[in-house]
């Protein structure tokens, strides 16, 4: 079976939004459960390798599920993925083209629409995630056809919470502060063609 990989530097990204999250014993505790290398000791290059394994980042989903149970792993996860997208504009908000003064002016509409597209281009170029767009009735569907966070996993509800996270504070900081409706609403590991992330476009507040 063929392997798919998240860069280094990606991984270093998750593991950092866990701690700030759960605490430096909290990850441990996590890793550990996922039978992982001890990545508390050391946490991964900021490298753009592709080193960092999909199933690595599924057994990371699982382990959070089984400490804090199905909902409180589902919230937790979307606490990490709203953290992931501080730390992975450090490292790729530059790469990304959305930190420039001339985005900043951009009406809301077309920032979320370029934002979009080139947040799915930075994960089709630099892993192996596979990303597509589409649009119908004022949403916008995030649509990942090769997902690392459900990867070979069967679940009767989506489990890919992070992604649902990731979006909504990439959106939170697009608009300036706020809140979207950000939900899975298909899931790979459900059997469903692939994992889907609605996005209502307009905010809640
Ligand atoms: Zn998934």
Redesign the pocket.
């Known amino acids: 079976m063929t392997e798919y990989f998240y860069p280094e530097r990606m991984g270093r990204i998750i593991l950092m939004a866990m701690e700030e999250v759960l605490g430096r014993e909290g990850v441990r505790t996590i890793v550990n459960l996922a039978s992982l290398p001890p990545y508390t000791e050391e946490y991964p290059a900021a490298s753009s390798e592709k080193n960092f394994p999909f199933k690595t980042v599924t057994r990371l989903q699982e382990s959070l599920e089984q400490v804090y149970g199905p909902q409180g792993g589902h919230g937790t996860a979307l606490r990490i993925g709203r953290a992931c997208f501080q730390y992975g504009l450090r490292e790729y908000g530059s790469l990304l083209g959305i930190t420039g003064t001339a985005f900043r002016l951009l009406p809301l509409s077309t920032k979320i629409h370029t934002g979009a597209r080139s947040f799915a281009e930075l994960f089709n170029t630099q892993t192996d995630q596979r990303v597509r767009l589409e649009e119908k009735d004022g949403k916008l569907y995030w649509i990942?056809e090769r997902?690392?966070?459900?990867?070979e996993?069967q679940a009767a509800d989506?489990?890919?919470h992070l992604?649902a996270g990731l979006l909504q504070e990439a959106l939170y900081w697009l608009s300036g502060g706020k809140i979207f409706n950000v939900e899975?609403i298909a899931?790979?590991?459900r059997g469903d063609p692939a994992?889907t992330i609605l996005i209502d476009q307009t905010p809640l507040s």
């Open positions: 990942i997902c690392p966070l459900c990867w996993r989506p489990v890919c992604a899975e899931c790979l590991a994992c």
